[in-house]
């Protein structure tokens, strides 16, 4: 499968200090969306306003009823292993074909 086309979706998040101190928020601030792949960065303002961003991968596939895996990390040096072997996966799975 060839993807030809990546849409990015960014999204503002208030301002911490704008958050209510009871409330708290949490919301997309970017979407990527790559054919059966889709993620996000979550960002998370928490009632101490404390600022916490997570990336979450969702991959979709018919074969296993829509569903197929979550990543969630906070961590940018595990999207880029994961990039990493995707990638890497995808050329191996290309030259079995």
Do not use: C
């Not at 790559?34 to 600022?51: K, L």
Request: hydrophobic share 40%.
């Amino acid at each position: 499968m060839t993807i030809r086309n990546t849409t990015v979706v960014r999204h503002t998040s208030p301002n911490p200090a704008d958050v209510g101190p009871k409330l708290g928020w949490s919301g997309a601030i970017v979407e990527v969306i790559a054919g059966q792949v889709t993620g996000s960065i979550i960002r998370s303002i928490d009632t101490d306003r404390a600022v916490v961003d997570e990336a979450q991968i969702h991959i979709d596939t018919e074969q296993h009823d829509g569903y197929m895996a979550d990543v969630v990390t906070d961590d940018p040096a595990v999207l880029r292993a994961l990039s990493a072997v995707a990638a890497t996966l995808a050329d191996e799975l290309g030259g079995a074909e």
